[in-house]
């Protein structure tokens, strides 16, 4: 233990963790000797995201809690320990397995349980709740013997445990009380619209139907009897009809409850014993409970700070709860007053039932400021709206243009940035304001994804990132900050727009390219960027006299550089299948040369230590053992990794090694901005590691799912689910319009990664581009790709069938001697090279074979 | 003639190659008294500086790519990318180890070589 307050920490959900996190940035958690209790088996995890488990049906997926983040503060974990009573006046808490720790401070984060209406039969076999992990295992096993699934509840969260229902392969059936769907977020209008287009997913809506009791079916587990007489046969049932703030310790405790639940909290987020504090959904705050993220984690920063002794002064003073979200596809979001409530309000309706969307404003007496807001099928006006709404903006003279479709085919004049005051809320989920964009831009952060790095802004739920893009591009404009956006001295382009110079102006060589757009004679920044951006346009071979002077080191020797300048030999093994015969060349080559391998993370065989003038004779051998290039030199596809899938596999649901090496062999050799990495898994399991990868695809039963711009190394990043439940063909249709509208617009030596963290409108934007062809290109990019197909061929073969190039490959350009210079010694059975002092030694020093 | 005429005419040249042994814009390396020699032609112009890239301690400057920076004309290390002048061996990121240059010629097609370092000469 390190610090002399002793603080406790019940419940262990985001908004605690969140809690935890802002007493660590803080940089005083050290003060404080920490005890977190939480009755779940597993710490914090994205509750907010809970359905995103269905992706992976792993828990750590939705992990919150970084590694060693309860060690390197010291502090106590218990999972799986509910805390049964706490002793106020000894200021004690103890478990009801018996477990006690004494507090000076504690916080109480307890969060909601699912209200389950009290109706007979309720607590029947397969009836769930939606809001554990372990409720979701349970459905899942349910959903195998069941055909047909209900939801009790219509709101957000039920809709949500509807798509997983519908997801599963299940008929699926939404039950509400109200008379129309997400009653409290949206009006009579809204909600028939969003009811049809759920209807046209296949999901069946009940509206108006107030449950009497639940008893045994005659076709199916269950049949549930409604009050107008009508029946609903089903095998399971999914009750989420809201939730309860989980009060029942602070009760128990004597803290002051409100009258309908909640446990009552100040301004400091402080109980009625100062000692102790409530944040997130079990806390009452002026008569309110708040069932959102964003409110939460705002709790949960105010009791830190005043737990830290308030230098931030920050105080709990009620949340916004307008929303934005996709539900079962459909876009869908709600601002403030969206039901008019405030006497004198005014409406303007827009409804368009062709394209199925539904737009409403809710504007005060005389229509100068936006109170509310609802809109249906489409949301993109949603961060604008939001904006008039919550900083009072004076509307323009005619406020229903802002949510009427422009007729001339001209963009509605959305809200410049410049409008918004320095405390407009930008990141509503992670309170980043408009200021703190202002001042971190001020500061040097000039790109859009350090601004998210650094601020948070647009890192939860992402909705506002095309708003905070906007600030970042406002704010450099202003500091006269204009930036450089040049390759380098010789082209006062972008990668992009070379790209584009190239393409259209079918320029194929550096010489015309330089002659047309640059000056100078080019450098090693523009040279091997013009190569690959060729090589992608118009797939010549890359040893080309005129392209051989471009290639970059690794291209240039078709080999990878090492550093006492000899190369290092990779050949291709699709998929990471290998046959006895072709391992056993490999080994024999690495044995006559003297090579040291080793195996890669790609699934391949690393061959390392071969000489300029070695390597087309290794070659030869190679290629005639029917090995070609693995290209690991080159700015283009590594290895597509696979496990073994349906053939061998237990578990496995398709074949991945099969798909892997289709997938190989028809992107091998493409040139892109960066390298690519590519896997396969054979189910949900996950052993090829696919989320880490540019492009990964993970089987299911139905078909596959893509993921797109994930990374390991440097910067890991995972993976986002791009399409799911896809056919081979539409798997690969995909694949080549996504890589070539990276190939087209990302930076130099840009991984997808971060393209994707800079790409304004994110996911969302590339999903359009890609599966809706919003930017009708969709097929050029697919003849561009099968051209590039078409042209391919193995660079070393090519190579060596042509005695000019092998030429290239000597070491002196007027002797046959190699370089005396390359020495090794050995280590482990194998060479590598030798160090200075070795060198010094000269002892057992081996020369290059 | 001039002086420099005359301080080459002095130099013991060896010729290693001819011009279309080196590819377009780009090195290769000579061996001239068992000394590695990087030759590079740009256009129409030849260069010959040390093969040996102090950074690294490899024998690598001839496969790295010659270009220009503000107008000088240089080659990138393919190991750690620092540059080189061809003209004089100045090493641009870091003077202090800035390699030798090499008086170079052509008698038609052929790449003459004086292994002297200019510096020395």
Redesign the interface.
């Known amino acids: 233990m390190s610090g002399t307050t002793r603080l406790v920490v019940v419940g262990n959900g985001p908004v605690s963790h969140q809690f935890l996190e802002t007493l660590v940035e803080s940089g005083k958690a050290d003060q404080f000797s920490i005890t977190v209790f939480g009755e779940e088996p597993r710490p914090a995890y994205d509750r907010v995201h809970l359905t995103a488990w269905f992706e992976t049906r792993k828990a750590e997926s939705l992990n919150m809690v970084t590694e060693g983040f309860y060690e390197s503060h010291s502090m106590i974990v218990h999972n799986d320990k509910k805390v049964s009573s706490i002793d106020r006046a000894n200021k004690v808490v103890s478990t009801d397995c018996g477990t006690t720790a004494e507090y000076d401070v504690l916080v109480l984060g307890t969060g909601s349980y699912p209200f389950v209406p009290p109706v007979p039969g309720h607590d029947r076999e397969n009836c769930f709740v939606y809001r554990t992990i372990e409720d979701l295992e349970a459905i899942t096993e349910a959903s195998k013997n069941g055909k047909i699934g209900a939801v009790v509840g219509g709101g957000l969260l039920g809709l949500e445990a509807a798509k997983a229902l519908h997801d599963l392969g299940i008929k699926t059936h939404v039950v509400e009380f109200a008379p129309r769907l997400m009653a409290v977020q949206v009006d009579d209008g809204g909600g028939k619209l969003l009811r049809k287009k759920i209807e046209d997913l296949g999901v069946s809506v009940h509206t108006g139907k107030n449950t009497q009791q639940i008893i045994d079916g005659d076709n199916t587990t269950h049949k549930m009897c409604f009050a107008d007489g009508e029946e609903l046969e089903t095998d399971l049932i999914v009750f989420s009809a809201g939730i309860r703030p989980q009060d029942a310790l602070a009760r128990q405790s004597e803290l002051d409850i409100g009258e309908r639940g909640g446990i009552v909290i100040n301004n400091n987020c402080q109980t009625s014993d100062p000692s102790i504090y409530a944040i997130g959904e079990c806390a009452l705050w002026n008569g309110r409970i708040f069932g959102l993220i964003a409110p939460g984690n705002e709790m949960a920063r105010v009791a830190a700070d005043h737990i830290l002794g308030g230098a931030e002064d920050k105080q709990f003073l009620g949340a916004d709860m307008s929303t934005k979200l996709k539900l079962m596809g459909v876009d869908v979001a709600s601002i403030g007053d969206a039901h008019a409530n405030t006497p004198g309000a005014k409406c303007y309706t827009f409804i368009d039932e062709q394209l199925e969307v539904y737009k409403k404003l809710v504007v005060n007496e005389d229509a100068s400021k936006l109170l509310g807001a609802v809109l249906i099928g489409d949301a993109d006006d949603y961060g604008t709206l939001l904006q008039y709404a919550l900083n009072g903006i004076e509307l323009p003279e005619h406020p229903e243009a802002m949510i009427l479709p422009s007729l001339d085919g001209t963009a509605a004049a959305g809200l410049g940035v410049d409008a918004l005051p320095e405390g407009a809320q930008i990141c509503s989920c992670n309170n980043v304001t408009k200021g703190d964009l202002c001042s971190a831009i001020a500061e040097g952060t000039h790109t859009l994804g350090d601004l998210k790095a650094c601020t948070k802004a647009a890192t939860s739920c992402g909705g506002c990132s095309a708003l905070v893009g906007q600030v970042l591009n406002a704010e450099l404009a202003k500091l006269g900050l204009e930036v450089n956006t040049d390759l380098c001295e010789h082209f006062p382009y972008t990668r992009q727009e070379i790209y584009h110079l190239v393409r259209v102006g079918k320029i194929k060589s550096f010489k015309e390219l330089l002659e047309k757009h640059g000056k100078g004679h080019g450098c090693d920044i523009c040279k091997p960027t013009a190569a690959s951006i060729l090589a992608s346009c118009w797939n010549d071979y890359i040893l080309e006299a005129e392209h051989a002077g471009l290639q970059d080191t690794n291209d240039r020797m078709l080999a990878n550089m090492q550093k006492n300048g000899t190369y290092s030999i990779v050949p291709r093994v699709a998929g990471g299948e290998i046959t006895p015969e072709k391992l056993i060349v490999l080994g024999e080559v690495g044995k006559k040369y003297n090579l040291y391998t080793k195996i890669t993370g790609g699934q391949r065989i690393d061959l390392f230590g071969a000489t300029v003038d070695q390597l087309p004779v290794i070659w030869k051998e190679l290629v005639d053992a029917g090995f070609e290039s693995g290209h690991a030199y080159g700015k283009s596809l590594r290895t597509v990794k696979s496990c073994v899938g349906s053939t061998w596999c237990r578990y496995g649901v398709q074949d991945s090694v099969g798909a892997a090496i289709d997938i190989e062999n028809r992107y091998k050799g493409l040139r892109s901005p960066h390298k690519l990495k590519m896997a396969v898994s054979g189910c949900t399991r996950e052993c090829a590691e696919a989320q880490s990868k540019d492009v990964g695809v993970i089987a299911t039963e139905k078909g596959w799912n893509l993921y797109v711009c994930g990374n390991g190394g440097m910067k890991p990043r995972h993976a986002d689910l791009f399409a799911s439940d896809i056919d081979t063909e539409t798997l690969i249709k995909y694949i080549d319009r996504f890589l070539m509208f990276y190939v087209r617009t990302a930076d130099r030596l840009q991984r997808t990664s971060v393209w994707m963290d800079n790409l304004e409108g994110g996911l969302e934007y590339l999903q359009n581009v890609i599966i809706n062809d919003s930017l009708g290109i969709a097929e050029e990019l697919e003849a561009e790709m099968a051209h590039v197909i078409g042209t391919y061929q193995c660079e070393w073969k090519t190579t060596i069938e042509n005695e000019d190039k092998v030429k290239m490959f000597r070491s002196f350009v007027n002797s046959d001697s190699g370089d005396s210079n390359v020495v090794f010694v050995q280590e482990r059975g194998q060479i590598r090279p030798a160090t200075d002092e070795e060198r010094e030694l000269g002892k057992d020093l081996i020369a290059v074979a | 003639m001039t002086d420099i005429f005359k301080k080459e005419d002095n130099m013991n040249w060896t010729a290693?190659?001819s011009t279309n042994?080196?590819?377009?814009?780009?090195g290769?390396?000579?061996?001239?008294d068992g000394k590695?020699i990087a030759?590079f032609k740009?256009d129409n112009a030849v260069f010959a500086l040390d093969n040996?890239d102090p950074f690294?301690?490899?024998?690598?400057l001839s496969?790295?790519?010659?270009?220009?920076?503000?107008?000088e004309?240089?080659v990138?290390s393919?190991?750690y990318?620092q540059?080189f002048a061809l003209a004089t061996g100045r090493c641009i990121e870091d003077e202090n180890e800035s390699i030798a240059a090499y008086n170079v010629k052509l008698d038609g097609d052929t790449v003459l070589i004086a292994a002297e370092a200019q510096a020395a000469a």
């Open positions: 290693v190659c042994d080196i590819p377009p814009n780009a290769v390396c000579a061996l001239v590695q030759i740009i040996f690294s301690g490899a024998n690598v496969r790295g790519i010659v270009g220009s920076l503000e107008g004309l240089v990138a393919p190991i990318k540059h």
